[in-house]
Every structure is written in C-alpha cells, then in structure tokens.
C-alpha cells in the first residue's frame, strides 16, 4: 500500500478556512476523512477522480470544496466556515475503485492525518 501524504492543517479561530493537500496518482477515488478523540473515523468528502464526482457528508456541505489538479497529482480539501466542532485528526485517502465513497472501511491507502484545530 502506498503511503499518502497529506499537508496543510493548522490551527484557526471559527469562521477561518484552511486548505489540506494530498498527492497521490492512479487511484479511482480520493477521500477525506476526520477522526475526532475517541470517535470513529468519519467521511468527509470523496472524489471519482476520472469523472470528477463529488460526495459530502451533510456536515460539511456548503462549506467544504473536494478538487483535484491532475497536473499536480494532487487533491485538496478547501474548509471554509470552520467551526470547533470540526476539530479532528484529517485523513487522506484512496482506492482503485469506485462505490460507497464515504465509507472509511473500503479505502486500502491511508496517510498518517494532518491535525485540524478550530477555536472558538
């Protein structure tokens, strides 16, 4: 399995926005997940990366951005209206298939998470 990386957590007070990164190349799918203490691992948003579909929890719908740049080989995840309950452990992944697109279980590449802190 390939080891995905991910890039761009920090810490921000509510109502800011950050940009996470992942490059990776050759996968059907593209997902971002979060895992806040003692919580299970929940989807975010995911990306069918041939036909560009995207997918949201309700969570975040309106106020986070999945998109890809091919040329880069890369995936982004724009959080805008960040809010305290959005602090998580943020998750990059992928799969060679597509379905079921916001189920953590299905993913076989994972990166080691970027912290996500949001302040009120």
């Known amino acids: 399995q390939v080891q995905l990386v991910e890039s761009g957590g920090g810490s921000v007070q509510a109502g800011g926005s950050l940009r996470l990164s992942c490059a990776a190349s050759?996968?059907?799918?593209m997902g971002w997940f979060l895992q806040a203490p003692a919580k299970e691992r929940e989807g975010v948003a995911a990306?069918?990366?041939?036909?560009?579909?995207?997918f949201y929890a309700d969570s975040v719908k309106g106020r986070f951005t999945i998109s890809q740049d091919n040329a880069k080989n890369t995936v982004y995840l724009q959080m805008n209206s960040l809010k305290p309950d959005d602090t998580a452990l943020y998750y990059c992944?992928?799969?060679?298939?597509?379905?079921?697109?916001?189920?953590?279980?299905?993913?076989?590449?994972w990166g080691r998470g970027t912290q996500v802190t949001v302040s009120s």
């Open positions: 050759g996968y059907s799918t």
């Open positions: 990306i069918y990366t041939r036909s560009g579909s995207t």
């Open positions: 992944a992928a799969k060679s298939n597509i379905g079921l697109p916001l189920r953590a279980g299905v993913y076989t590449s």
